[in-house]
């Protein structure tokens, strides 16, 4: 029924910057909230950062400063851009949204499959 898509992943030097996007279609209503998720091999999956419909933001604190989430409502579209990459930023990145179907059911656990940022040293 919904469908995440990213894009903008890759290899970057440390220092450097990279922009993630990710769309949100199919039955959807209304979104309340798009995140970045991220997974280092043998860790667990992380918040990044989430932003509301409303523009609020929140953000891990290993990435407060360098990372900036931001959304086009129109578009369902989320977008991380992350500068001053460091090595141990290197993780497959996941878009999550929290939105309202077009029955009015609200679903949460709608994921993208994933993009890989590789940040070398």
């Known amino acids: 029924q919904v469908q995440l898509v990213e894009s903008g992943g890759g290899l970057v030097q440390a220092g450097g910057s990279l922009r993630l996007s990710c769309s949100a279609s199919?039955?959807?209503?209304?979104?309340?909230?798009m995140g970045w998720y991220r997974q280092a091999p043998g860790k667990q999956r992380e918040l990044v950062a989430l932003?509301?419909?409303?523009?609020?933001?929140n953000y891990a604190d290993s990435v407060k400063g360098r990372f900036a989430i931001s959304r086009d409502n129109a578009k369902n579209t989320v977008y991380l851009q992350m500068n001053s990459l460091k090595p141990e930023d290197t993780a497959v990145y996941y878009c999550?949204?929290?939105?309202?179907?077009?029955?009015?059911?609200?679903?949460?656990?709608?994921w993208g499959k994933g993009i890989l940022v590789t940040v070398s040293s």
């Open positions: 999550n949204a929290d939105l309202f179907l077009s029955s009015g059911l609200r679903k949460r656990d709608n």
């Open positions: 199919g039955s959807i209503s209304r979104i309340y909230a």
């Open positions: 932003i509301t419909s409303g523009g609020s933001t």
